[in-house]
């Protein structure tokens, strides 16, 4: 899948576009304690719905077979517990096994009590839904055939349902056939909805997981001018000393030798370096208003930036109630921005229009391109990771990458500094983008200069 990614970005990142795909048979999601835990829980339903017909109902079963099948059970929880960590992933193999000797108990228990004609039969789906939320395609297959194998056996073969001596229940091959098939198909349906929440859920976390990776990826960078001051601070007593020995030395050589020249040159360029730490220390406690705050066309010249020397022409058009205000420098919104300006370089024929407004209370970003717009089919899921916006085949066929996690990340850093994203068709034609924000959650406060009387 090809994403409209900063090329820029760092490798991990991109590799992160689309999820993993799990080899079969590495360590899955299940930890052996859940498995445990649930094995548990199955143990004590069991026994109370035993004891509950034996002795309340008194309805006679087979006490001992059906206790020795779930003691079966309690062994194996027993002897996982004694020999293995249960803090431990276990491994699809593993899982399966585990799963697969719960189909099979509860098939020789629904053997003993009625067969499928035990309204518990219904549990067949929870081993075949496990699987399909956690371990590989191959080990669900393997289960839900388990499961249909032996559901399909109770149809035709149990010990009678424990009823009423005085008036059994025998119900017709039909009735029995239909119970079948409708836990076949709840099966399905429930470990196809199962798979594909969980398949989205996991997009969504490794979209999340870029999203904070580039997030980092920009804070380092924004980092480096205070780096830059701290580095102009520490060099600060060396660079002087150099100077005051360079100032004697000019001093003392005489003049018109190669040495009085290369004194006087050691001595511009140590001023020069002083020079050059002392805008740089600007950077920190004092603030630079150059660095700290732009204006909103600085943001879009920003962004529209890379883009500027190819087609299509970009234009830049700014506007509002009162001055134009002075916004805080978030490597959040410069990212944002310029993802949102190349998708729209992307797709658009000739024309993109980069649009600020400001009132009182907010300002908008407004990026139009006239190029084939948004699919209608999937307006509502705009923004959602792995996306894709638009038909890649009417991009350029030199710059054809798709809308997809970057503009996920880009929908998701404008949230974060406080701005809503709405996606609609362009008055030009094409697609637009439109953010907008509560003005003072991006207005950088009065630089130091601003506030001195």
């Not at 053997?111 to 067949?124: D, K």
């Not at 035709?156 to 091959?173: G, I, M, N, V």
């Not at 529209?304 to 109630?321: H, L, N, Q, S």
Request: proline share 7%; net charge negative.
């Amino acid at each position: 899948m090809n994403t409209a990614l900063d090329p820029t970005l760092p490798l991990g990142l991109l590799e992160m576009a689309d999820p993993p795909k799990r080899p079969a048979r590495s360590m899955g999601r299940l930890r052996r304690y859940t498995l445990v835990l649930l094995r548990w829980g199955a143990i004590g339903g069991q026994a109370l719905a035993l004891l509950i017909v034996s002795q309340i109902f008194d309805y006679p079963l087979p006490a001992l077979a059906c206790s020795v099948v779930v003691g079966l059970s309690v062994v194996v929880n027993l002897a996982l517990t004694t020999l293995f960590p249960l803090d431990r992933r276990v491994g699809d193999f593993e899982a399966l096994l585990q799963l697969g000797f719960d189909i099979i108990q509860l098939a020789a228990l629904l053997w003993l009590t009625g067969g499928i004609t035990n309204p518990f039969a219904l549990l067949f789906l929870a081993p075949v839904v496990t699987s399909a939320t956690t371990l590989s395609k191959p080990v669900l297959l393997t289960l839900a055939s388990l499961a249909t194998v032996l559901s399909l056996f109770l149809v035709f073969h149990y010990r009678p349902l424990p009823w009423d001596p005085a008036s059994p229940l025998d119900l017709p091959l039909l009735f029995r056939v239909g119970v079948w098939v409708a836990i076949i198909v709840g099966s399905i349906f429930t470990s196809l909805y199962a798979w594909r929440a969980t398949k989205e859920s996991r997009k969504m976390a490794a979209a999340l997981a870029a999203t904070e990776t580039l997030l980092a990826h920009e804070h380092k960078l924004s980092a480096l001018g205070g780096l830059a001051a701290a580095a102009a601070h520490e060099l600060g007593t060396p660079l002087a000393t150099i100077q005051v020995v360079a100032k004697e030395m000019s001093r003392e050589i005489p003049e018109g030798t190669s040495l009085s020249e290369d004194a006087a040159l050691l001595l511009s360029q140590a001023q020069r370096c002083r020079s050059i730490l002392e805008q740089l220390s600007l950077r920190g406690d004092e603030g630079d208003a150059i660095h700290d705050q732009l204006s909103i066309e600085d943001l879009f010249e920003e962004a529209a930036e890379p883009f500027i020397d190819i087609e299509p022409d970009i234009a830049i058009d700014t506007d509002g109630v009162g001055p134009e205000p002075a916004l805080r420098r978030q490597a959040e919104l410069v990212y944002a921005m310029k993802n949102f300006v190349e998708n729209a370089v992307d797709f658009a024929r000739d024309q993109v229009n980069l649009t600020g407004h400001w009132t009182e209370d907010y300002i908008t970003l407004t990026i139009d391109d006239d190029g084939p717009g948004f699919e209608p089919t999937i307006l509502g899921r705009l923004g959602q990771p792995y996306v894709t916006m638009r038909n890649r085949q009417k991009a350029k066929p030199e710059r054809a990458g798709g809308l997809g996690l970057g503009v996920f990340i880009a929908s998701t850093l404008i949230e974060r500094t406080g701005g809503t994203v709405r996606f609609t068709r362009a008055p030009i034609g094409g697609a637009r983008v439109q953010a907008k924000w509560p003005r003072k959650t991006l207005i950088a406060p009065p630089t130091p200069q601003e506030t001195s009387p």
